[in-house]
Nanobody, 130 residues
Framework: QVQLVESGGGSVQTGGSLRLSCAASVSDFSRYVMGWFRQAPGKEREFVATTTWTTAWTFIGTYYADSVKGRFTISRDNANNTVYLQMDSLKPEDTAAYYC???????????????????WGQGTQVTVSS
C-alpha cells in the first residue's frame, strides 16, 4: 500500500512563494510517476505538474500545466522518497487544495490525467491573497 503525505501549504500574498513536499511510503519510489494536482472550491481537480523516470535512470521528465509553467517547479529526491513542488510568483487563482499522486507506468490514462493515479495524499491547502 502506498501512502502519501503532503506538507508545506499555507497562506501567502500575491507574488510570494511556497514549497510543497510529498513523502511517499514505498520501497521502489524511483519507479513511480509522481504528480501534483489541485482543486479549488466548486471546481474540478486539475493537473499541475508531474515527474517521471526512464529505464535509463538518467533522464527525469517533467510536465506542467500551462497555467503554472515558468512559475512552478517539480522535483524529486529518490533517496528520500520525496517529491517537491516549488511555487513562485503565486497568484490568487493558485488558491486550492494541492494533492500529491503516484502510480507506475503503464497506467490507465495519460500521466497528466487524474485517472492515471491510483494513490493520493490527503491534500494541503494553499491560499494566495491579493
Amino acid at each position: 500500500q502506498v501512502q502519501l503525505v503532503e506538507s508545506g501549504g499555507g497562506s501567502v500574498q500575491t507574488g510570494g512563494s511556497l514549497r510543497l513536499s510529498c513523502a511517499a511510503s514505498v520501497s521502489d519510489f524511483s519507479r513511480y510517476v509522481m504528480g501534483w494536482f489541485r482543486q479549488a472550491p466548486g471546481k474540478e481537480r486539475e493537473f499541475v505538474a508531474t515527474t517521471t523516470w526512464t529505464t535509463a535512470w538518467t533522464f527525469i521528465g517533467t510536465y506542467y500545466a500551462d497555467s503554472v509553467k515558468g512559475r512552478f517547479t517539480i522535483s524529486r529526491d529518490n533517496a528520500n522518497n520525496t517529491v517537491y513542488l516549488q511555487m513562485d510568483s503565486l497568484k490568487p487563482e493558485d488558491t486550492a487544495a494541492y494533492y500529491c499522486a503516484a502510480d507506475r507506468i503503464p497506467g490507465r490514462a495519460p500521466i497528466t490525467h487524474a485517472d492515471f493515479y491510483s494513490y493520493w495524499g490527503q491534500g494541503t491547502q494553499v491560499t494566495v491573497s491579493s
